[in-house]
């Protein structure tokens, strides 16, 4: 008898650490499944950020465009579901991902030491600049960070650009606004003298807005700032399959020719 529950014991303990080990490799490959099962990604972004998000009009009918969403359309194609956006304000869009209202944020998201705490991020697929957009007519006052002590310079809120004016010009006087068209429009009106952008999407919004250049003042970039896709904790398959296609656009050197056709659309749209 003694015997018998001995090996019921052992059954049992098996059973038990089988059933362990099957839960905690379900647990990593479930959201990849998840997706699947839904044929659906949903992405957060804040399509405000021309080239790689922002609105467009397709037929009278708005749509998001851009570099970023390039890539999900590919990332989608890759796991045979379609891509669905959803679109908020760049504060809430790594919350949008924590609170499980998003399978994955992709958004220009530079993946931060202080992000990685808290989500996972795939390979890099685009390396920024830190750059100072101003009105073109001061383009020549804004040669050096110096010159922008006790000035008004703003940041999207949120975004890591407020950390590089709160460090790198330490006099300035931070205005974080939500929306990246929003500084754009302080910066043309002159209630902000300088707004900190990342380059591609500084190159962007100046061709768009001819009043405005790129000053001479250099800021200091970090790799901190590489964007990549922000996705949950131990997302093991899905980052494999993410990162499968990132590299292979990488690669093709896909990424620049999205960013350069969106950068053009951008700005045709600009201009209508
Ligand atoms: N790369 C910066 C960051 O991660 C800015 C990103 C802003 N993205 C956007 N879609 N508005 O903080």
């Known amino acids: 008898m003694k015997k018998v529950f001995g090996l019921v014991g052992v059954a049992a303990l098996t059973f038990a650490l ?14 990849l499944k998840q997706i699947q099962d839904a044929k659906v990604l949903k992405v957060a972004t804040s399509a405000d950020f021309a080239p ?21 359309n590919e990332i989608g194609k890759e796991l045979g579901v379609k891509v669905e956006f959803m679109d908020m304000e760049f504060n809430a869009v790594l919350t949008a991902l924590d609170q499980g209202k998003a399978d994955v944020a992709i958004s220009g998201i530079s993946a931060t030491d202080k992000r990685k705490k808290t989500f996972d991020f795939s390979e890099n697929y685009f390396v920024p600049e830190q750059l100072v957009v101003v009105k073109k007519e001061n383009a020549e006052k804004y040669a050096d960070v110096k010159a922008l002590a006790d000035k008004k310079v703003g940041a999207q809120k949120g975004s890591v650009q407020e950390s590089v004016v ?12 939500a929306k990246v068209p929003n500084l754009i429009v302080e910066v043309k009106q002159g209630s902000l003298d300088a707004l900190v952008l990342e380059s591609a999407v500084a190159k962007s919004y100046v061709e768009q807005n001819p009043e405005l250049a790129i000053a001479d003042a250099k800021l200091k970039s970090s790799d901190n700032e590489s964007y990549a896709i922000a996705l949950k904790k ?36 600009a201009s209508k």
């Open 166 to 177: 709160t460090s790198q010009l330490p006099k300035a006087q931070l205005v974080s606004l």
């Open 18 to 31: 089988a059933a362990c080990g099957s839960s905690d490799k379900k647990e990593s490959s479930n959201q």
């Open 52 to 72: 790689f998000e922002f609105h467009t009009k397709v037929n009278g009918k708005d749509k998001i465009v851009g570099a970023d969403v390039d890539l999900a």
């Open 234 to 269: 131990d997302s093991k398959e899905l980052k494999a399959k993410i990162n499968k296609v990132i590299n292979k656009l990488k690669d093709e050197d896909k990424i620049n020719e999205f960013i350069e056709k969106n950068t053009e659309l951008a700005d045709k749209q």
